[in-house]
């Protein structure tokens, strides 16, 4: 197996779903062993994440892209990731830092998430958020579904539980498939 077999991936658009995942506090590694040390240091974050594309990967290919390959550009990471937050006070603002007031952002940081790219194969998964990159600049590894509403600000539960409790099954039932590792 070499890299180039790893060009002809496809990222699959999903319905949206949360999980949470250990993002290690030193990014933008090229192995994936580096980002499963720092956790095992306990030098991570848990992040919410929004996984909107799947990644199917044989085990072949998930090895040569955690083996030293996180930091090439690929086609299939391009223009996805980016941060969003379920309780930004005027909607999306790119340039948030420099718009909204300091309360303001405080309230988009209490229901920030990160959007991610799923990665499977029968060996493990990660999720990535290449922030619009072309290569794997954030990556989250012990990936657990969201199973309770304190992720979400109490003030929204009540009017997005609906969709909550919907997109809770589905990604249990999702995750449960990934999850399944023979």
């Known amino acids: 197996m070499n890299i180039s077999e790893l060009e002809t991936v496809q990222a699959i658009a999903v319905e949206p779903y949360f999980v949470h995942a250990a993002r290690a506090r030193l990014n933008k590694n090229s192995h994936l062993a580096e980002y499963s040390k720092q956790v095992s240091n306990g030098d991570y974050q848990t992040q919410l994440y929004q996984v909107q594309w799947h990644v199917q990967l044989t085990s072949s290919q998930y090895k040569v892209l ?8 690929f086609d299939w990471l391009a ?20 718009d909204y007031t300091e309360a303001e952002q405080e309230q988009w940081r209490k229901g920030a998430y990160d959007i991610c790219l799923l990665v499977m194969s029968p060996i493990g998964r990660m999720v990535i958020d290449p922030e619009g990159h ?10 657990t579904p969201v199973e309770a509403t304190e ?3 109490e003030a929204i539960a009540p009017q997005i ?4 409790t919907s997109l809770r099954a589905k990604a249990t039932e999702i995750l449960k498939g ?5």
């Not at 072309?134 to 990936?143: E, F, Q």
């Open 66 to 73: 955690a083996d030293g390959n996180l930091l090439t550009d």
């Open 79 to 98: 223009g996805k990731g980016g941060s969003d937050s379920t309780t930004a006070p005027r909607g999306g603002v790119d340039d948030w830092a420099d």
């Open 134 to 143: 072309t290569y794997a600049r954030y990556v989250g590894i012990d990936i």
């Open 151 to 153: 992720t979400i600000p």
């Open 161 to 164: 539980e609906p969709e909550l």
């Open 178 to 182: 990934c999850f399944a590792i023979g």
